[in-house]
């Protein structure tokens, strides 16, 4: 089931959405002082690509230096892919068959805004419920 649903998520959101992220990584690998937000996006976007049966869990060894990093995060690139997700999620709302899928998006909203100091981890696991 997560396959079908993943097959879907890709064609009606998820690759404008990881195509958002990627687009974001190159901007950000293009700096060498945020690289690491750069690959805070390039991971995110496989995230977006294949979103089921995959979660979000906080690490607990992230610092302050991820708090700050969310910061400025949040100001140069996060409220622009959170708004993406939230158009996207609210188009996909419209219809019936799109409910699962805008919920999805709207879930992703978090991550988009403050990734570092988060971990994508499969929903199979043990620790993936915290």
Known sequence: MKTILNVLWLVLSGFWLALGYVVAGIIC????ITIPFGIASFRIAG???WPFGRTTVVR?????????????WFIFAGW????????TGIALCVTIIGIPFGIANFKMIPISLVPLGREIVPTDQPFATR
């Open 80 to 87: 622009w892919l959170a708004l993406g997700h939230i158009v």
């Open 47 to 49: 995230y977006a690509l």
């Open 60 to 72: 607990r060894d992230a610092g302050a230096g991820s708090a700050i990093g969310n910061v400025i």
């Open 29 to 32: 690998c293009v700096l060498i």
